[in-house]
């Protein structure tokens, strides 16, 4: 069976507002999406520096290659005046989506959204098209267990 699923925390840091805060996405490579934000399969390097100041920023972008530790973690973050909050991806969350959101109107929600992926948006489809071989699958008998977890300091 094709597996396909991801998460969708959202994180802020209380009493600061965005414009404040700096992130950071641990990868090495951005999907490209279509003009309806699908991947079109292919995908560029990152472009981004790490961390980045997330005031004026709008992203709602697909990463993949994650930047791992010794135990295949990747930590996403954000961090102001010392408050930081993370969140951890399990070694087979493979990708990320990322959402930081500048509405219609130019309303700045205060939030930040690293979203765990078992693989990009619409993997199922890009890999029955031989663009996503990446797909992972459970086989029969088989089970597919991960974590991601959120932590803070300063807070």
């Known amino acids: ?3 396909s699923l991801g ?6 840091i209380p009493e600061l507002p965005r414009d404040r805060w700096s992130a950071t996405i641990p990868a090495r490579k951005r999907v490209i999406a279509d003009e309806r934000r ?6 560029a390097g990152m472009n981004l520096t790490s961390p980045f100041p997330t005031a004026g ?3 709602d972008d697909g990463f993949l290659d994650l930047i791992r530790d ?3 973690v990747a930590v996403f973050s954000i961090e102001a005046e ?4 993370e969140v951890l991806f399990g070694p087979k969350f493979e990708t990320a989506v990322v959402w930081i959101p500048i509405l219609p109107g130019g309303e700045v ?3 930040v959204c690293f979203e765990p992926m078992s693989g990009v948006t619409n993997a199922i489809n890009l890999h029955q098209e031989g663009k996503y071989p990446e797909l992972q699958f459970i086989r029969p008998g088989q089970q597919w267990t991960e974590s991601f977890w959120i932590r803070t300091r300063g807070i």
Do not use: S
């Open 1 to 3: 069976m094709p597996l």
């Open 7 to 12: 998460f969708h925390p959202y994180i802020k």
């Open 38 to 43: 699908l991947p079109t399969g292919e995908f």
């Open 57 to 59: 920023v709008t992203l």
């Open 70 to 72: 010794e135990n295949g």
């Open 82 to 85: 010392g408050k930081i909050i």
């Open 109 to 111: 929600p205060n939030f």
